[in-house]
């Protein structure tokens, strides 16, 4: 009866935080209350797993400013033509009606941590006993000089995956042969480690399926080294020779910055002309972690490695692309996995429920040409200091094709298991 009675009372008052907020805490006064601000791989995961492991006994809220979630996982293949927009974009219907939880359409501001509510941007407020911050990275737009989020509407960053996911496709596919298509890679750490080198893969691959041979893709990179550089390297002399070029900072000297209105990224080696620009800036936690003080001076959030609970506040926990979690990338898979062992805690803070000892693990799949997939992965586990690997594996250059395409299709199941892990659909 609860599920049924809380779904309907959402779409009778409507998705608005306002609406939602004040009946629904009035009638689950005496439960404890989680709180989830942020709806992507690890607070949807992390609200799911409270509410479908504790029953009636919890009271869970997931909080999202946006109606539905691309992922940023796999958003490369739909810029590759492999995957549908729609495929990658998952919606939240199905916690709401299946699991009870309540979805707040809002954009939370603020946390008051010393009440222990969520300040809305609409002014309402959500009481917690414990809260699960998930807001991803938002980017420092000007460690890229000339950089700003009004330039990203003309060198899209895609970063965030959804409109400017959009974006960056239509501008790709406006690309003629002969045209440049220059990138900026972001400097570490940063979410998803291999993602910009799979995309430089997939803009190559549409422009060799157009047979647009003159064209070229220039990778300017303030590392000196990457993740997987040696199977995409190795993929790049494959399958688009010759159309690929990479400067690491010893041969560039440095980003100087970009100019919008023409298109340039100057460097101190060169400055190159892109017909299509797109800019990867660095990153810290979103905005909310830092305005609540649960960042440190990295821009990212510290954490207990044997719970993802912050360092800052014990009544809150820190997962995803946001938290410094060790060894672990940043990344949709990772998050994952943190939700699972921060929704284990909170049952266990609330409800009196059973925590084991957390084990964590992430792989990172990238397609580099049809059929021709490689992965990078780890089992990690926590020590006193941090969250560490404790075994590792990665794809092998020279494979052959068999293997790559077995590769590929592992990484299909997997995008299908894990958004149905955390959106349970």
């Known amino acids: 009866m609860r599920k049924i009675s809380r779904r309907t009372f959402g779409l009778l008052a409507g998705a608005g935080a306002t609406s939602l907020a004040l009946p629904h805490y009035a009638r689950a006064q005496g439960k404890p209350r989680a709180v989830v601000i942020g709806g992507g791989a690890g607070g949807a995961t992390a609200a799911r797993y409270m509410a479908k492991d504790a029953g009636d006994d919890l009271d869970v809220t997931l909080i999202e400013a946006n109606p539905a979630y691309t992922t940023c996982f796999f958003s ?47 002014g309402s407020r959500v009481p917690y006993d414990r809260l699960v911050v998930a807001p991803g990275i938002d980017l420092i737009y000007e460690s890229v000089p000339g ?15 959804g409109p400017q996911t959009q974006l960056l496709k239509s501008k790709l596919d406006a690309i003629e042969n002969g045209q440049q298509i220059v990138m900026v890679t972001p400097p570490n750490p940063y979410r998803c480690p291999p993602g910009p080198y799979e995309r430089v893969s997939m803009m190559a691959h549409v422009l060799k399926e157009k047979g647009f041979g003159d064209s070229k893709i220039v990778i300017i ?108 990338p940043k990344s949709g898979f990772s998050a994952n996995s943190q939700a699972k062992v921060a929704a284990m805690a909170i049952r266990g803070d609330l409800i009196g429920s059973k925590v ?9 799949w990238s397609l580099i040409e049809t059929n021709d997939g490689v992965k990078v992965g780890a089992q990690y586990a926590p020590t006193d200091e ?29 995008y299908k298991g894990i958004t149905t892990d955390i959106f349970g659909t």
């Open 386 to 414: 941090k969250i560490a690997s404790t075994s590792k594996f990665i794809s092998q250059t020279g494979e052959d094709d068999a293997i790559r395409q077995a590769t590929f299709e592992e990484s299909v199941g997997w």
């Open 147 to 161: 950089y700003s989020a009004e330039a990203a509407e003309i060198m899209p960053h895609s970063w965030k995956a």
């Open 76 to 122: 490369n293949l739909y810029l590759g033509g492999f995957r549908s927009f729609d495929s990658i974009t998952h919606g939240y219907d199905t916690l709401a009606s299946n699991y009870g939880i309540t979805v707040v359409n809002g954009m939370a501001d603020a946390i008051d941590r010393e009440a222990k509510e969520v300040v809305m941007a609409d």
């Open 221 to 328: 990179d303030p590392k000196p080294k990457f993740s997987k550089q040696a199977l995409f390297q190795e993929g790049w002399e494959k399958y688009y020779p010759g159309m690929i070029e990479w400067y690491g900072p010893d041969v560039h000297g440095g980003i100087k910055g970009v100019n919008p209105a023409t298109g340039e990224v100057e460097t101190d080696f060169d400055t190159f002309k892109g017909d299509l620009v797109n800019v990867i800036p660095a990153q810290k936690a979103g905005n909310i972690a830092i305005k609540t003080g649960l960042a440190n001076d990295t821009g990212f959030c510290p954490i207990d490695p044997k719970s993802m609970r912050s360092q800052v506040d014990d009544n809150i926990f820190v997962i995803g692309d946001a938290s410094i979690a060790g060894d672990m």
């Open 356 to 364: 084991f000892p957390a084990k964590y693990s992430n792989t990172c």
